[in-house]
């Protein structure tokens, strides 16, 4: 990847709609080698996807809560149920896994409060292996979405 490649990642951050003719322009190419070069990058993995980039709260769901998961085991079986589980509910926008303590990190959206007690209840505080769940409100943020670093 050299620093063309970087300058078409940035532009790509920034509108992923851009046009490959105006993309080609901001970029300093002629078309063919920007389309390659795009090519090139979604065929290695370098880019994942496109997607539209939603308003959680215009679509109602103005509540969101990180939470702090810890596991009564960790053995492989349960990790790997405990994440199908999590990835298979809505609510939950991204869960990762932690070294130390706590075992996992959930960002879940929801309605309101009520909507979120009900899907902490009987979704969440299920999972599989479940010891202890922890979670605590956002109230604002302060960086969101922000593009990596090129």
């Known amino acids: 990847m050299d620093a063309v490649d970087r300058k078409i990642l940035a532009e790509l ?3 992923g709609r851009i046009s490959i003719t105006e993309l080609a322009a901001r970029v300093r190419l002629t078309v063919s080698p920007t ?3 795009l090519r090139e990058l979604e065929d290695t993995g370098v880019i994942r996807g496109y997607r539209a980039v939603l308003e959680p ?3 109602g769901l103005r509540f969101e809560a990180l939470l702090f998961i810890t596991m009564r085991e960790a053995n492989h079986e349960t990790l790997v ?4 589980a999590a990835a298979a509910i809505p609510n939950v926008l991204e869960a990762q896994r932690l070294f130390g303590e706590p075992d996992y990190l959930v960002r879940v959206v929801s309605e309101d409060l009520a909507a979120y007690q009900r899907l902490y209840d009987e979704q969440l ?4 292996g479940v010891q202890r769940v922890a979670s605590t409100l956002v109230m604002k943020h302060v960086v969101r979405e922000r593009p990596l670093p090129l």
């Open 125 to 128: 505080t299920r999972l599989p």
């Open 81 to 84: 149920r405990f994440e199908e």
């Open 57 to 59: 709260e215009v679509l």
């Open 35 to 37: 389309h390659r070069r």
């Open 13 to 15: 951050q920034k509108n």
